[in-house]
């Protein structure tokens, strides 16, 4: 691994962490549904993705995630986070890799955390052993606030965010 690709994950990282402490110290932002926060640091992994390259993305997400758990202190948070969090960049992949001509990043923003949201409820209900389904009509409408919140900030970022950073980048991926 190159020291300029080291650096640019740590950097994303460290971002997308900061992020996920801000807003665990935050109340969630919709009261009637529990645990439901705008996901600010999936924005860096979303532009991680378009930026980066899949690979990367998930580095800077399992990092992310690990570490969040840690130093937020909640180390059970990660049963939720981390698969809600692989799934839904899962998603987001195919959407960007396969009908990206036809969609836009807001609207994979979108259907990344409406399955984000809908892997949480299902973990929550497998740990509790308690069908949590009532729950899913809340968190989707916590998921289209924060997916198209979220989705917008990323298309800013990734339009106005100098191209001279990446190009070195760009340009060892296409040639592979």
Do not use: W
């Not at 998603?91 to 955390?113: D, E, M």
């Not at 800013?156 to 990446?166: A, E, G, M, N, V």
Request: aromatic share 8%; glycine share 6%; charged share 10%.
């Amino acid at each position: 691994m190159k020291s300029k690709r080291i650096t640019k994950i740590a950097l994303f990282t460290a971002a997308a962490l900061m992020l996920n402490l801000i807003e665990s110290m935050l109340p969630p932002f919709m009261p009637y549904a529990p645990g439901a926060k705008i996901g600010l640091s999936n924005l860096i992994t979303l532009v991680a993705l378009v930026l980066l390259g899949a690979g990367d993305a998930y580095l800077i997400l399992l990092l992310r995630c690990f570490l969040g758990s840690v130093f937020a202190g909640n180390v059970t948070s990660l049963m939720y986070s981390l698969p809600a969090g692989v799934i839904s960049l899962a998603i987001q992949l195919l959407l960007y890799r396969f009908l990206f001509k036809i969609i836009s990043i807001p609207c994979i923003s979108l259907l990344g955390a409406i399955a984000h949201n809908a892997v949480q409820v299902a973990v929550a209900s497998i740990i509790v052993k308690v069908n949590l389904s009532v729950m899913l009509a809340p968190m989707l409408v916590a998921s289209i606030i924060a997916g198209i919140a979220v989705g917008i900030a990323a298309f800013l970022i990734i339009k106005y965010l100098p191209k001279k950073l990446f190009t070195d980048y760009v340009k060892t991926q296409e040639n592979k």
